[in-house]
């Protein structure tokens, strides 16, 4: 998927971040199929995200769940 038009790195974090503290509690799917934008990049954003604590993790079963 090309990169959207005027999309940063620092632009997708700021979109998960705002869509993340509006629904509090939402998979890597679901982040990725709210905010239009491939899993790839959806979850290497998320876990840069995450690696710099500004989002955590909640593991259920084999899934994913992020909040802020």
Request: net charge positive; hydrophobic share 30%; proline share 3%.
């Amino acid at each position: 998927m090309p990169k959207k038009k005027g999309f940063t790195s620092d632009k997708y974090k700021d979109e998960i971040l705002k869509l993340l503290k509006e629904y509090p509690f939402m998979s890597t799917s679901e982040i990725c199929d709210k905010l239009n934008m491939g899993y790839e990049t959806g979850i290497k954003y998320i876990q840069q995200l995450h690696a710099s604590e500004k989002i955590d993790v909640r593991k259920i079963g084999n899934r994913q769940f992020w909040f802020v």
